[in-house]
């Protein structure tokens, strides 16, 4: 049995075993982007967002690591369990802190533990040991791709008690090889295909000017405006944005092989911004921001720039984020996303278990009826949702 220990930074962690580890290029999971989050101090003591990482170690070498945060609030998880807090509240009961074991911010499903997969079962056994030991509530896992998940949905502690899975639902969209955009929208009904040629001339007439930087090309100019962007956006829903500018300018310096930036120019001014990362088989969609509000420019921007870019490099798969039911009737998908939990307390325990297995229905039902506004003629194949 392996022995995972808690390290309370990735900086205590060898930077080339991490990334030798690694057996995809998810971008989250990269030494860097997390190294990056700490460094910026977007997470640390006085975010809520206490890093408690989990490793195990064989001859000094790294052979697991699994990102994990001691939270004191819910904020920045995507997966909300605002209610079971206040249950506990309610109760007498400090819900927090809680170990959490995603990434900070991103709601993009991926891996969450790295170097030998067998090790699973000891990792989650280190982990609820730890919020027995250290009194935390228990401990989640959100958005696990599908080898963590059915490790997690084997897992049970002494007492017989498993992990829960929770379902929630999100809008992907899917490359079948489309040689051009052209080709992707003839799977359209008519009369929805026309409604989004009719969005993209908009972006014509308004006289807006579309362009994608990847690499070296984005410079720390086009990261300042882009951070005044999405600024902007939270500043219109009375919010402030979880990241700063030094987080996306010193992933523009680690990252930028797999950050792609979209710009919106109007009258040879910079009007909008939405950044996104991608590895070999995903194109994630991450943020958006624009300096005024422009008709059709948020769709433009976040999904068919989006949509264009995987269709020319060849990714089979576009996660453009969280939300967005306005996301179907362009072409993406209702998908279910996951997460996992275990609380210590064996009567809530029992109690949200209750609470998931009726809120599945609900979800299962909802996807059921998205996929009936989806724009596609007859005939044609959706992706598998499980």
Known sequence: MASFEQVGSITQLSRPQWQALRDTRYPFLDYDFLAALENTECIGDDSGWIPAYFAAFENQQLIAAMPAFIKEHSYGEYVFDWSWADAYQRNGLAYYPKLLAAIPFTPATGPRLIGDQSLWPDALAAISEYCLTKRLSGWHINFPETNTLAQVKKFKTDNNQASLIRNACQFHWYNRAYQNFDQYLNQFTSRKRKAVRKEREKIAAQGIRMTRLTHEQITPEHVAFFYQCYQITYLRRRSQGYLNQAFFQQLRSTMNSQMMMVLAHKDEQPIAAALCFYDDDNL????????????????????????????????????????????????????????????????????????????RQHILAYQRDAKTLLPFRDGFTLHDSE
């Open 284 to 359: 994630y969609g991450r943020y958006w921001g624009a300096i005024d509000d422009f008709d059709s420019l948020h769709f433009e921007a976040c999904y068919y720039q989006g949509i264009e870019f995987c269709i020319e490099q060849g990714i089979g798969h576009f996660d453009p984020g969280t939300q967005g039911e306005h996301k179907i009737s362009r072409g993406f998908e209702p998908m279910l996303t996951h997460s996992a939990h275990w609380l210590v307390h064996s009567q809530f325990h029992d109690a949200v278990d209750n609470f998931l297995a009726e809120e």
